[in-house]
């Protein structure tokens, strides 16, 4: 039997050195899988220490493009002001643009503004408008720390992560891993065309037509805290904050 070996450098010549790449390059050793496996371990076990105690969250998610004078920083600006006022943390993935402008507006308006950063090589600079957050290495980690301690999910345009993101979590709603998650699309024009999609999608009968109740498109920081606030409110109850042990040094 032959085997595909990929190449281990870039077309620049330059070599490729990352643990990701190397782990979803096929079969490794027994060691390496077995040693990505306790990394892998080890790095959930570091967000879950890490972010036990920061929320309940509503993660925002978009582009990490966007300056400071695009209004799309200036809305996601808005949603962490409205997440705040709530009384709940903003958590993003921590780079900048959207996920800036969201920590950003929770962080300065008395909001508890949280992040789950990784490293890029481009893009991906941590901003300083967190009160915590956790660095990671792999993105599969960053994905489920970024799913697992949110109670809503606010999406603003964005690129291939954005949507990546999207889609990812609006599967797990809809397959039912996610029990009653308010899912809010922020931007009618820039996702006019996936919101036409929805539609076929129906008309085709790939997804159902309950499966559009699943998200709403709306341009209204109002919309979209009534809608967060009903889901909320409907579906879960308050309990009691986890308690911090001293012996695991929490």
């Known amino acids: 039997m032959t085997e595909i070996i990929r190449s281990k450098t870039l077309p620049t010549g330059k070599p490729i050195i990352d643990q990701n790449t190397e782990f979803l390059d096929g079969p490794n050793s027994r060691g390496k899988e077995l040693s990505m496996v306790f990394k892998t371990g080890m790095q959930l076990i570091k967000g879950f220490r890490k972010l036990h105690f920061v929320g309940p969250c509503i993660s925002v998610f978009g582009s990490a493009r966007f300056k400071e004078d695009h209004p799309d920083y200036q809305l996601a600006m808005a949603c962490g002001k409205a997440i705040a006022a709530m009384g709940l943390t903003t958590m993003t993935g921590g780079g900048p643009g959207v996920m800036e402008a969201a920590n950003r507006g929770a962080f300065e308006n008395g909001g508890r503004s949280v992040g789950c950063t990784i490293k890029l090589p481009h893009e991906q600079v941590t901003n300083p408008y967190m009160h915590d957050y956790v660095d990671v290495e792999f993105f599969f980690v960053r994905k489920v720390l970024l799913v697992k301690y949110s ?26 891993f996610l029990h009653s998650f308010p899912l809010v699309i922020m931007g009618t024009d820039y996702y006019e065309e996936i919101n036409q999609f929805i539609d076929k999608m129906i008309v085709n009968g790939t997804i159902s037509s309950n499966d559009r109740k699943l998200v709403l498109f709306t341009d209204s ?30």
């Open 221 to 250: 920081i109002e919309e979209m805290t009534d809608h967060i606030s009903k889901y909320i409110s409907t579906n879960y109850k308050v309990s009691k904050k986890p308690t911090r042990w001293w012996l695991l040094g929490e």
């Open 151 to 176: 109670y809503a999910f606010v999406v603003l345009p964005g690129g291939f992560g954005t949507l990546d993101e999207l889609f990812e979590t609006l599967t797990l709603i809809q397959t039912g």
